[in-house]
Each structure stands twice: as structure tokens, then as C-alpha cells.
């Protein structure tokens, strides 16, 4: 026979349980999409573990697979994301073609600091990162430092690569036929689309996300490619006989931005504006090779003095770089250069 104590007992254990469940119901939310790979390792550590702990919002991550499959959520009318990291240039594209949400800079007063250039009323810049020349050191003994080297394969044979996006593909096509940085915009289509079927022949083939470039490295199933700066540098860290010049590389911006339709929008912007504070760029900075964008991150002391050197937006390394113009790719002029980059790739 049951005792009171013992039927109380489990009605406490009931309430325990249905308390808890309401708990994790009653829980905000947030849903994020990156490219994946390290970068999104050290989104998790560097910005989202301080977010939740400070908001009390659970971060839920998930790789969003490029600009196409993002637009068709927004178009579908319920985007599976609230917040996501894009670069900039097609953080412009979605702006022009209504897939975002203006962000509410009241909630976000960490972008106070940030470099106009790099925020608008639709997107804020997260880390900065360059496009650079990298190659194998065990195949590679004279390898290319500019991009017009990177073209010629009779004095620097070897099996090259370059990525699957038009995104400063256009540019290094441009800055490897001899226009100089400062006279690349408006870009000249019909001469970047020649100085790349020139290329074509030669590519083993277009890497379609970073995490397969940093696999192209680690693998050396080929001798040069271009990559991004953090993911050649996480792949040398792992031991991969791989190097890099920041000479003409492709200076960028990766920022985050909330898709139309979001459900949590206002969380979105609660946690990016966490992620925009000094202390957890710095920390960003001191986990992988990108430059924090909110400059006050550079007197926090937490980026070590050899990680800084090796920056993209070190000042060494800047004057070095060209600057990708996110605003063109808003164009007309961009729609077409998509049109004809799957043309392209078809071929």
C-alpha cells in the first residue's frame, strides 16, 4: 500500500519535471547560420558561450550553405534563421533585394565605434579577413606572390585553385591583368570574365566552401590556391607544409545580418551586439586570424603580440591588401557578372 509521504513524493517529482520542461519551453532562442568549419568553432567560444551566459538565450548554429539558400528562405516567408554571418558584399546584394531586416543600432550600441564603411542600416561588420595567395611548401619552392604569377603556369607550374564565388574572384582576375587597386571600380566585367577563362584551363578545380579549401591544403591535392587568410593560417597551425602572402590580397569584411521574416530578430540583435564588444572580438582575434572590427578590441590586451603581426588589418599587412567594395555588388553590373559566373563554371 502507497504512504502519504510516498504519493507526495512523486507528485513533487511530477512538479520538478513539468517546471523544468516549462523552463527549457520558456527559454529565448536564437538561430544562426556561418560557413561552419573553424570560423564557426570560434563564433561558439569566442561570442555565442558569453552571449548565452550574459542573455540567457540558447544559441542553436548551423552551417547555411551560401547566399542562394538563405534568399530562398527569406522568399519562402518563414527563414529557419534569425541572425547570419555573410561577407559583406553580399550582405549588400540581400540589403538591395529586401531579404533583411534594418538592424535597431539602439540595441546594438557596440557598433558605435565600428568603422562607418563597415556597417550600414542593414548589416555590421564582424571580423575583417583577406583573400591571399597560398600555396604548398613541399611542391612549391618559388612560389607566386602576386596574382599575375599566380597566372602564369609555365614559370610557376603547378595545380591551382580558386573558389566557386564571383566574390573577389572578379577582383583578383582584374588585379592579375595589371589594374591597379585604386581604379578597380565599377568593375570591368568583359575583362575580368577574359582574364578568367585564360585561368580556367589550368584549375584543378572551384572550391565551393572554405572548409574544402583548408582541405585542399592539408591534403596537397594542390600546389597554390587562393583562400582566406584564417582558414590557410588554421590549416599551417594543424601542420599542413602551407604558407601565404598578404601581397594583393582581397581585404574583406564578414558581418552578420538578420534575414527578413525572422522570428527572434530582436535576440539577433541582442547577442550580435555582444559580439561586437571589445573584449569578445579580442577574444575572436586571439582564436583565429581576423581582424576585430571594432577597434577598441586592440586596447583590451587579450590578442597576443604575435597573432597581432599576422593580422589582416595589421598595418604591415594592410598597405599591402586591396580593398573589396561591398557596395558594387548591389549593382546591376553584379546581377549580370552572377549570371555570367554560372555560365562560367557550366562551361
Known sequence: MRTSSTILHGAALIVAVVLSSTNLLAQETLSFAGYGGEPQKVQAK???EPAMKELGIQVLQDSHGGYAKIKAQVLSGSPSYDLVALGCAEAARAAKEG?????????????????????SPYYVGEWTFSTVIAWNTKTVKTPPKTWAEFWDVKKFPGKRSLSANPRQML????VADGVAADKLYPLDLDRAFRKLEEIKPSLSLWWGSGAQSVQLLNDGEVDM????????????DAGAPAAYTYNEGIYDVECFMVPKGAKNKVNAMKVTNIMLSPRQQATAASLIDYGPVNPKAYDTGIIPAERLKRLPSAPENLKQQVMLDPAWYATEDANKAFARWTSLLQK
Do not use: C, H, K, M
Open 225 to 236: 590556391l587562393a583562400v582566406w587568410n584564417g582558414r590557410a593560417q588554421a590549416s599551417i
Open 46 to 48: 569566442a561570442f555565442f
Open 171 to 174: 577582383e583578383i582576375a582584374l
Open 99 to 119: 531579404l533583411l531586416e534594418p538592424l535597431d543600432y539602439s540595441v546594438i550600441p557596440n557598433a558605435t565605434d565600428i568603422d562607418p564603411r563597415l556597417r
